[in-house]
């Protein structure tokens, strides 16, 4: 793994760029393993665990943990990430206890060497014990696997690779893949969101059959970080200065411009023409529209019927309540069904009480491939007839022949619509979602950590190269970019 360790120095500094300057109160601790030298509490107390080394102990984010990334050491010997485990799992135990609190590890390797023998059982039972203990201990694992593309496999990295997916099948562990230095980055997230359930019920399938079901958030828009107002008129000497800026607002009567209108004698006025309408918040109430909490099955669609283009904002899980049997059994019956005679399910959807819309949408099914892992159904909002916007386009056979395409524009239009695919057939989709972190949000996070201010000039004008704020990102991980060029120049030409 020498030869990606500077990218890995690189995504980890950058991680803790962003801890220094939005999570200022994380601890974080380094481990190295594979180092020719050992340096570990484990190794003094009980002895092994060789080649692994404690580079920072855990301790609140500060510079100096940005400092040990530098310069990483190249190791000779072979590294056995199960050693370097147990060793980070024992330093989280040490430091924490029992607190609560998100506690987690992440594993960083190409997962190519062969591990050690244990000393009583297999490698199975070591994970599983491994895995007891951060059951109870609450620790969670992200298992992130670095290997460049074109790397052959064999029957160890085949073997490691299937002890790091039994740490998942026992929940402790999430495993993932990488093979460029921007996906390593996308992959190594910076704050762990927990999933929170919007809707907890019965799904309706008629009067007779309604299924217990947990609805979480499968996909979320991620938000640009919240900025204060800051202010530069504390002198410069002043050490203790907030810099904050306060922001209080006064109603006043145009009759009484003097006189400060209290909260409890102010109401809403919409506009209605000329005129403004005052209504208070007891006369909304009162015509407010309240449906029903509850989600209902309205019938089956062929899932052609549907396309994908339809589907509005943020995609939900439906999935069964958890440790309900018969509703497991319910929902694979459901989802197997649909899924072999090619058909989606229409619902009505009312996620709380009170809730003031009613979100009309698909069910697809998501049949899981993993053992202990249940079916479950996919939901996307669908529009209302209005919200739906035709455009209508004139077709080139209509147009007279001398303003038609030529031969050679329709090919260089075919060529550029074809760069543009992220996903072309025969191979892997280039810039995946889950690996690939957000241009902006890096940009911003540069710029906040550098003092730099604004991004853009009110011409737009970018006053920050994107290289430099996102240096993780090579252009030599898109060997077709020269080419792509070409077709561009070729387009703009023609």
């Avoid at 002895?47 to 940005?66: A, F, L, N, P, R």
């Avoid at 927990?194 to 019920?201: A, E, N």
Wanted: proline share 6%; charged share 25%; hydrophobic share 35%.
């Amino acid at each position: 793994m020498h030869g990606a360790l500077q990218e890995v120095e690189n995504v980890c500094s950058t991680l803790l760029r962003k801890k220094l300057v939005y999570n200022r109160s994380d601890e974080v601790g380094i481990v190295l393993f594979g180092t020719k030298e050992t340096c570990n509490d484990l190794a003094k107390e009980i002895g092994g665990y060789k080649h692994v080394v404690v580079k920072h102990d855990i301790k609140v984010v500060e510079e100096g943990t940005k400092d040990a990334l530098q310069n990483l050491p190249r190791g000779t010997a072979p590294g056995d990430f199960l050693d370097a485990i147990v060793v980070g799992l024992d330093m989280l135990i040490k430091r924490f206890g029992n607190t609560k609190g998100k506690h987690r590890l992440c594993l960083i390797t190409d997962s190519q060497h062969p591990l050690r023998d244990p000393p009583e059982g297999t490698k199975e039972d070591q994970v599983d014990t491994i895995a007891e203990q951060m059951k109870k201990h609450d620790i969670k694992m992200d298992c992130i696997v670095f290997r460049e593309s074109g790397v052959q496999h064999n029957s160890v990295m085949d073997e490691n690779d299937q002890l790091l997916y039994h740490f998942r099948d026992r929940s402790v562990a999430k495993v993932v893949q990488v093979d460029t230095p921007t996906s390593l980055l996308g992959a190594l997230k910076t704050r762990i969101v927990l999933p929170v359930t919007i809707f907890r019920g019965d799904l309706e399938v008629s009067s007779n059959l309604k299924i217990k079901v947990w609805v979480y958030k499968k996909t979320s828009e991620e938000k640009f970080p919240t900025l204060k107002k800051y202010s530069d008129q504390a002198p410069p000497s002043d050490k203790f200065a907030s810099h904050e800026v306060k922001v209080d607002f006064e109603y006043k009567s145009i009759l009484e411009p003097d006189t400060v209108v209290p909260p409890d004698q102010r109401i809403k006025g919409y506009l209605y023409g000329p005129q403004v309408v005052p209504i208070s918040s007891a006369e909304w109430e009162a015509v407010k529209f309240k449906p029903e909490k509850g989600v209902k099955l309205l019938g089956f669609a062929d899932r052609s019927s549907i396309p994908r283009h339809y589907f509005m904002k943020d995609v939900n899980s439906f999935v069964p309540e958890p440790g309900n049997k018969k509703a497991t059994v319910a929902v694979s019956a459901i989802a197997r069904a649909m899924q072999e005679m090619n058909k989606v399910a229409i619902l009505r959807c009312v996620w709380r009480q009170g809730q003031g819309n009613v979100a009309f949408g698909v069910l697809t099914p998501n049949i899981s491939s993993v053992n202990n892992v249940p079916d479950s159904f996919f939901f996307n909002i669908l529009p209302f007839s209005e919200d739906i916007r035709e455009f209508q386009f004139r077709s080139f056979s209509s147009l007279p022949s001398s303003s038609q395409p030529t031969e050679e524009q329709q090919e260089a239009a075919d060529s550029l619509v074809k760069m543009l695919d992220l996903a072309p057939p025969g191979r892997e989709e280039i810039l995946r979602p889950d690996f690939t972190p957000n241009p902006m949000l890096e940009m911003v996070f540069y710029s906040k950590n550098n003092n730099l201010g604004l991004l853009y000039s009110v011409s737009h004008t970018m006053l920050v190269s994107v290289n430099d704020c996102f240096p993780i990102l090579k252009w030599k991980q898109f060997p077709g970019l020269p080419v792509n060029m070409i077709l561009v120049k070729s387009f703009s030409n023609h």
